[in-house]
T-cell receptor, first 110, second 112 residues
């Protein structure tokens, strides 16, 4: 089955810096990959989607890269703010199902 | 109003009891999913449905059942709750093969 790995350790950075989160997957390469944000006690919220034929996608301060050779996606938040503090989940879509990683918690300190 | 609504938001129940978690959506999506979330394990798929007549097991369906009463409603039942079913449960919807998932606010279930 599809396996997705995200760093389980929290990422602590200073406000204004760029946060970079990693998502690695095994087995089948997905048609596309997504990133979600989850705040404590709330449901995940969709942020960005990148397709297999796209190397990079941007949305405001967010940037996602997708390397199907390495089976890896990187998620960047530039000029990070304390309000960006949350858990970020990586998800793949294969065989009619969404597969989610366990997420990486980001703490942005003022 | 939320696009995907789950009820109840919190529930404490005793071992052996039957419990139903409900999900309704106003997004008009055909596809609906039930996930559970446990610390360190991420979101795991319990059941999913692509339309009213289509029900599919996910990776952890044992001990659960579902009912798709209408396009907008998808309920999850625990026939005889056990403590290791204590978790945060999420309902989600999507529209088509290449769209994102939209989640409800979650139901925190505790089985004592």
């Amino acid at each position: 089955s599809q396996k997705i790995e995200q760093n389980s350790e929290a990422l602590n950075i200073q406000e204004g810096k760029t946060a970079t989160l990693t998502c690695n997957y095994t087995n089948y390469s997905p048609a596309y990959l997504q990133w979600y944000r989850q705040d404590p006690g709330r449901g995940p919220v969709f942020l960005l989607l990148i397709r297999e034929n796209e190397k990079e996608k941007r949305k405001e301060r967010l940037k996602v890269t997708f390397d199907t050779t390495l089976k890896q996606s990187l998620f960047h938040i530039t000029a990070s703010q304390p309000a960006d503090s949350a858990t970020y989940l990586c998800a793949l879509y294969n065989f009619n199902k969404f597969y989610f990683g366990s997420g990486t918690k980001l703490n942005v300190k003022p | 109003d939320a696009d995907v609504t789950q009820t109840p938001r919190n529930r404490i129940t005793k071992t052996g009891k039957r419990i139903m978690l409900e999900c309704s959506q106003t997004k008009g999506h055909d596809r609906m999913y039930w996930y559970r979330q446990d610390p360190g394990l991420g979101l795991r798929l319990i059941y999913y449905s692509f339309d009213v007549k289509d029900i599919n097991k996910g990776e952890i369906s044992d001990g659960y059942s579902v009912s798709r009463q209408a396009q907008a409603k998808f309920s999850l039942s625990l026939e005889s709750a056990i403590p290791n079913q204590t978790a945060l449960y999420f309902c989600a919807t999507s529209d088509g093969d290449r769209e994102s998932a939209f989640f409800g606010q979650g139901t925190r279930l505790t089985v004592v």
